[in-house]
């Protein structure tokens, strides 16, 4: 069982330029998410989704958008990338729709870097 | 709104020694704590978590972690270091927010865990 995946594993992008993140998971999971790291600001919620075809904003969502198509797919868009989105993409998932106390588990990340 | 602050950048152990890695949060309601923990160019991978019962809550790699209420703290322990601990450490909480479930992160603390 691979757990989650995401490519690519790094990217260097120009400003200006359309990227999307892929993620991808295979425990039937409900929900998925997606976060960013930066340094000392901790792992930040874009966009998540509770089940397919549902999608909800993040703390942080300006510049970035989502896609729930189906359970296994979570793709993350920037449609204009800018540099302060330099950053470590982290995509999640859990069990449950809204299970509180379910256990989030990550893929091994993305990290962009923007130009 | 919920929040975690993990008071520590870093935290410096001799292996053998026991270690302490503090988290404390604020959150309305029953807070459901977790602890991740991150190696090098890897994604968070899922320590232990506090739900209800017990306080004191057992996890992988020989840790645990103590929910103090009246506190509102759950710091992560370990009574003997090991140098492969040294990773950098996320305290999370969760409550509800709407129909999402929201996991807020701390900043992480840094162990560094020397022979």
């Known amino acids: 069982i691979a757990g989650i995946t995401q490519a690519p594993t790094s990217q260097i992008l120009a400003a200006g330029r359309r990227m999307t993140l892929r993620c991808t998971q295979d425990m039937r999971h409900n929900a998925m998410y997606w976060y960013r790291q930066d340094l000392g600001l901790g792992l930040r919620l874009i966009h998540y989704s509770n089940t397919a075809g549902t999608t909800g904003k993040g703390e942080v969502p300006d510049g970035y958008s989502v896609s729930r198509a189906n359970t296994d797919d979570f793709p993350l868009t920037l449609a204009s990338a800018v540099p302060s989105q330099t950053s470590v993409y982290f995509c999640?998932?859990?069990?449950?729709?809204?299970?509180?106390?379910?256990?989030?588990?990550f893929g091994p990340g993305t990290r962009l870097t923007v130009l | 709104a919920q929040s975690v602050a993990q008071p520590e950048d870093q935290v410096n152990v001799a292996e053998g020694n026991p270690l302490t890695v503090k988290c404390t949060y604020s959150v309305s309601g029953n807070p459901y704590l977790f602890w991740y923990v991150q190696y090098p160019n890897r994604g968070l991978q899922f320590l232990l978590k506090?739900?209800?019962?017990?306080?004191l809550v057992k996890g992988s790699y020989g840790f645990e972690a103590e929910f103090n209420k009246s506190q509102t703290s759950f710091h992560l322990k370990k009574p003997s270091a090991l140098v492969s601990d040294s990773a950098l450490y996320f305290c999370a909480v969760r409550a509800r927010t709407g129909t999402a479930s929201k996991l807020t992160f701390g900043t992480g603390t840094r162990l560094q865990v020397t022979l």
């Open positions: 506090y739900i209800t019962g017990d306080n």
């Open positions: 999640a998932s859990s069990e449950r729709t809204g299970g509180e106390t379910d256990t989030q588990y």
